[in-house]
Structure formats: structure tokens, C-alpha cells
């Protein structure tokens, strides 16, 4: 029930239209009742149950409340009765059915206006849904990401939105107008006769009894189902990203097989799940059909043998009773799809409650520069305590100083670097600037004093100067311009076809790895942050990409506090201090020149690349 109350809760700012849309569903249920008390009255006057008698008697009302719907019935027939004597009969009913096609007409302008303004609530609820969704990606740490299959993640915001849409919101005023219909009409059948009334009621526990069942059972096949699809766009995606080497390896076959595999999960499960759903409509529609067919048979009963009810009332009552499945059927199917949604209801609600663990304290310390120094204090990270990434980790950056990382891959080295820009927390020791731990620190200005420039380029589909424009808000054109020449790109981008304006494309594809880098570079030029962090910026570049972007990196590190992770170390001999990091610990440290004599792994390593 909780989970209902956080949806009901996006529901809030939309419930005007929720209460317009239940105002005129329900003069809809109204005059879908009048609609057939118009014409069936007349209907049994045609059937000999209404006489046309030349001594009428106006009915008179003795007061009491019990007896006023009784009255009211009674002074029906007397009109309808007046009208045919004094009018003729096919007068009386041209009238009763234009009167009846201006209620039936009634009716649909209401249903009209009715699901008219549940389509704003429901577009209203789900922009919100997929807004607080897609802010709660953008809160969550970077360790959440490389847990989560990013397909999957496609899937919720798209799929599992889609179906809380379509069956939770969308059968909300149906949970809530076909109860009023069918109290309405139950009330009006009572009116007619209790005794045919009460045989309606026998098929409701049965009905509910088994839908309950093959609800149960969708909401089970319905996850199965959607936990499938995101495996399936997760394996699109992977495809999408890795054409070229599926193709090198010839593992079409061996995709083609998992995707397979993973559709037909996920056809057992749909087809297992619309085959139950399926079931509930036509259940509840043949109950519906035994129930009538009893009515009539006892209803009949009673006009032939016991004359205990009058013709006309039977026909009335049966016509109100055809109102009384709709409702029924549409509670039943309302409950089911709900049901149904609820796996993806859950899945929804794991993103929205997904621990952010990299959070700020009750008062964070605001920062706004870096005045003297940052300060590794005996550091250990580990995922559980069986898997040590990093132990004993002890290193000052003093402002204004590049400090290099080398090492081995799984070293540990980008993890210092992921530790430093707080995408995780320190299991162990901490991290200080100027001497405050920044776990205490206001972490939107903490991130505000970071620059970062990654392997792999993160550009977006957009143009070349709006990447750039990502690292200053309210950037001048005249800056990002400025950035992009000491970031060695100003050249390339005038070459493009559009200049700064020219669109990147997807991940930046229409610019080669160089130039990418290049952009990236520029990007965190603009921002100007007192503390820059590269991971192994150039080791995807050829040689002369290298130099361009090499000389980018020194002119942007002049005068900053860096660390610098590098494979090729022949780009961090210029470093102030450089560490030498094997299985998440220190092993040497020093300048270039000092860990040359030392005659250690780091010698090893450059007479190694050397050689290569």
C-alpha cells in the first residue's frame, strides 16, 4: 500500500483534473441510468404491460419518506399513461426517444470531457515520474552505475513508467467511478425488486475470489517480464557499442544466440502473462451472463406464477441490470492491471529510493578555493573487506604542484583519482583540503573546485561550442573561444563544416579521438577549476594526437594543483612528485631524476615503454 500512497503522491499537483474527470464519469454513470428510464417504460407500453386506461388516476403522495420513490414511480406511469391518451402512442414515443438520444447524448459529452481531462493527469503524473527519475540518475554516485545494467536502466524509465502509466494511473478513476456506478445501479435495482436484486449479488465474492487469484499470478509473470526486456535492452545497447569488434570476432552468431535466448524468456513471459490477463475479462463476463440468465428465469417466475412483480419493472430492472457488467468488468480489469503494474511499480521506486551514498552532512562546510594544500591520510577503499583496493595511502599535493600516479593496470590509481573527486567515499582514513575532511565539506562547491579530463572522452550530441559552453555557465562566446585555443582546438573546429556550431554527433563520433580529447581539454579550460584531475588523458591517441593534446595538458596544468594518472610516462617526467603504486599500495615515490637512481620498478617501467 505504501508504494500506492508514492505514486498517489505525483498524482497531487494534478488532482484538479482527477476531480473534473471523476465529476463528469460520474453525471456519465447518471445518465446512463436515465438514458434507459426514458425509453423503457415506453418499451412495455408497447408490450401490452402499460394499459392505455380512459380512467386514469393521478396517484397521491401520503408524505412519508419510504413511500416518495414509490410515489414518484407511480406518477411516472400516470404521465407516460395521460400522454398516450391524449396524444397517441407514437407520439409519446417520437418524444420519449428524442428525449432519450439527447440523454444518450448527454452521456458521451460527459465521457468525452471525462477521459478528455485524465489524458492532462496522466501526461502530467508521468513527466513527473520520469523527471524525478531522471534527477535521481543525475544525484546518484558513480559506484550505483557500475552495478546497474545502463539497458536496464532504459527500460525502467521507458517501459516500467510506461505500464505504472497506462495500468496504475490510468485504472485510478476507474478503481474510483466504477464503484460509484455500481453502487448507483445496485441502489436503483434494490428499488426495483430486492428479491431479483439479491441473485446479482451471488456471482460478486466468486468474480473476486478468482480474479484475486490470476492477479497474484500476473503480478509474478509481470516482473519475470520486465526484468527480461531490460536484459534485452541491455544487450542491445552492449551491441549498438561494440559493432566492431563483434564483426572481428565473428560473434554475430554468439549475440545473436543470447538475444535468443533472452526473447524467448521474455515471450514465455508476456504470453503467460496476456494469457491470464485475457482470462479475467471473459471469467467475469460469463459469471455476469449465468447471474442475468438466473434473474431471468427467477424474474420470469414471479410475473407468470407468483404476479408478485409488474412486466414493465422486470424489463426496466433487466435493462439496468445490462449496466451493472460494465462497471463490474471494469473494476475487475482495473484491479488486474494494476496488479500487473505493480512489478514495474517496484522497479520504478528501487531507482527513486536507490541509496545516494556519497551525501552531504546536515551542515555542510562551504569551500571556494584551494589555499594550501590536499591531504591523503592513511587511505583504504575496499567493496568488502575480502577485496582491498587500497591500504595505507599517504600523499600531500601541495597547491600549484602535479603529482603523477603510475603503475601497473589495477593498481589503484584511478580509484585515488575517484576517491579525490568524492565519486566514492574512503573506507578508511580520509581525504582533506586545507586540512577539513571533505566528506564535510558542501559537495556542490567542492565540485565546483574539480576539473577532470578522462581516457575516453565524454562529449554529448550537440554542438562543438555547447560541450565547451558544459564547463561555465553563462559562458561568453569570446571565452569558450579562448579555451578551445589553449586546448590546441580552436584550428580543427574552424575547419568544421558549421565551425563551433558544427553538431558532434553521438559520443562525438564525427570528430576523431584526438580531437575529441581536444574538446574535452577545452571544456575543462573554461571551467578554470584550482584542481585538475587526468586519467591517462592521452593513451588513446596516436603520436601526433599526443603531441597536440600533450601541449593542451601542460598549458592548462601551469600554475594548478594536478594529479595526473599516466600510462605513457613519457608525458609525467615534468611532474613535481611522481608515486609508483603496485596492488593499492605506495612502493616508491620522488621525482623523475630520484626514482631513476633508485633503480627500482619505476626505471623498470620507462626503460620497458623505452623499449617498446
Request: hydrophobic share 45%; charged share 20%.
Amino acid at each position: 500500500m505504501n508504494l500506492y500512497r508514492r505514486i498517489l503522491k505525483f498524482a497531487r499537483p494534478h488532482q484538479k483534473y482527477i476531480y473534473a474527470s471523476l465529476f463528469f464519469n460520474i453525471l456519465y454513470s447518471v445518465f446512463q441510468i436515465a438514458s434507459l428510464g426514458t425509453i423503457l417504460p415506453v418499451l412495455g407500453m408497447l408490450f401490452g404491460s402499460v394499459k392505455m386506461d380512459a380512467d386514469l388516476k393521478e396517484p397521491v403522495y401520503d408524505g412519508h419518506i419510504s413511500s416518495f420513490f414509490g410515489y414518484l414511480k407511480e406518477y411516472s406511469y400516470y404521465f407516460i399513461q395521460s400522454e398516450v391518451n391524449q396524444r397517441g402512442a407514437l407520439t409519446v414515443l417520437a418524444w420519449l426517444c428524442v428525449i432519450t438520444a439527447f440523454t444518450f447524448l448527454l452521456r458521451n459529452i460527459f465521457r468525452y470531457f471525462g477521459a478528455y481531462l485524465l489524458i492532462f493527469y496522466r501526461v502530467g503524473v508521468t513527466k513527473d515520474l520520469r523527471s524525478a527519475m531522471y534527477n535521481k540518475v543525475l544525484a546518484l554516485p558513480v559506484s550505483f552505475f557500475t552495478e546497474q545494467r545502463k539497458g536496464d536502466m532504459m527500460s525502467r524509465m521507458s517501459n516500467d513508467v510506461g505500464e505504472v502509466e497506462n495500468n496504475i494511473l490510468g485504472s485510478l478513476v476507474d478503481l474510483i467511478n466504477s464503484p460509484f456506478m455500481l453502487i448507483s445501479t445496485l441502489v436503483t435495482l434494490f428499488y426495483l425488486s430486492p428479491q431479483l436484486t439479491l441473485f446479482s449479488l451471488i456471482v460478486l465474492p466468486v468474480m473476486g475470489a478468482l480474479i484475486s487469484v490470476i492477479g497474484k499470478s500476473l503480478k509474478k509473470d509481470s516482473h519475470e517480464a520486465q526484468h527480461e526486456l531490460g536484459n534485452i535492452f541491455s544487450i542491445v545497447d552492449e551491441t549498438l557499442k561494440s559493432a566492431k569488434i563483434i564483426k572481428i570476432f565473428n560473434a554475430e552468431k554468439l549475440l545473436s544466440k543470447r538475444f535468443t535466448a533472452s526473447m524467448t524468456k521474455w515471450i514465455n513471459n508476456s504470453v503467460s502473462l496476456g494469457r491470464k490477463k485475457e482470462l479475467a475479462s471473459p471469467m467475469s463476463e460469463f459469471l455476469g451472463a449465468v447471474t442475468f440468465l438466473i434473474i431471468t428465469w427467477y424474474g420470469g417466475k414471479e410475473i407468470i406464477v407468483n404476479h408478485s412483480i409488474r412486466p414493465e419493472d422486470f424489463l426496466v430492472f433487466l435493462g439496468i441490470f445490462f449496466q451493472i457488467l460494465p462497471p463490474i468488468k471494469s473494476l475487475s480489469s482495473s484491479i488486474s492491471n494494476v496488479q500487473k503494474a505493480e512489478a514495474s511499480l517496484v522497479r520504478v521506486m528501487e531507482i527513486l529510493d536507490a541509496d545516494v551514498r556519497v551525501d552531504e552532512i546536515a551542515n555542510p562546510v562551504p569551500i571556494h578555493d584551494l589555499k594550501s594544500e590536499i591531504n591523503f591520510r592513511n587511505v583504504g577503499f575496499y567493496y568488502n573487506q575480502d577485496r582491498t583496493i587500497i591500504k595505507n595511502f599517504d600523499l600531500i599535493i601541495g597547491k600549484g604542484k602535479t603529482v603523477a600516479l603510475v603503475g601497473q593496470s589495477g593498481s589503484g590509481k584511478t580509484t585515488i583519482a575517484n576517491l579525490l573527486a568524492r565519486f566514492y567515499d574512503v573506507t578508511e582514513g580520509s581525504i582533506e583540503i586545507d586540512g577539513e575532511n571533505i566528506k564535510n565539506l558542501n559537495l556542490k562547491d567542492y565540485r565546483s573546485l574539480l576539473g577532470m579530463v578522462t581516457q575516453e572522452s565524454v562529449l554529448f550530441n550537440d554542438s562543438v561550442y555547447n560541450n565547451i559552453a558544459m564547463g561555465k555557465e553563462n559562458a561568453t562566446q569570446e571565452e569558450v573561444i579562448a579555451a578551445a585555443k589553449i586546448a590546441n582546438a580552436h584550428q580543427f573546429i574552424e575547419s568544421l563544416p558549421n565551425g563551433y556550431n558544427t553538431n558532434i554527433g553521438d559520443d562525438g563520433n564525427k570528430l576523431s579521438g584526438g580531437q575529441k580529447q581536444r574538446v574535452s581539454i577545452a571544456r575543462a579550460v573554461l571551467k578554470n577549476p584550482p584542481i585538475m584531475i587526468l586519467d591517462e588523458a592521452t593513451s588513446a591517441l596516436d603520436t601526433e594526437s599526443e603531441r597536440y593534446v600533450q601541449d593542451a595538458l601542460e598549458k592548462m596544468m601551469e600554475n594548478r594543483t594536478s594529479l595526473v594518472i599516466a600510462h605513457r610516462l613519457s608525458t609525467i617526467q615534468k611532474a613535481d612528485h611522481i608515486v609508483v603504486m603496485e596492488k593499492g599500495d605506495i612502493i616508491e615515490q620522488g621525482s623523475h631524476n630520484e626514482l631513476m637512481a633508485i633503480n627500482g620498478t619505476y626505471r623498470k617501467l620507462v626503460e620497458l615503454q623505452n623499449f617498446d
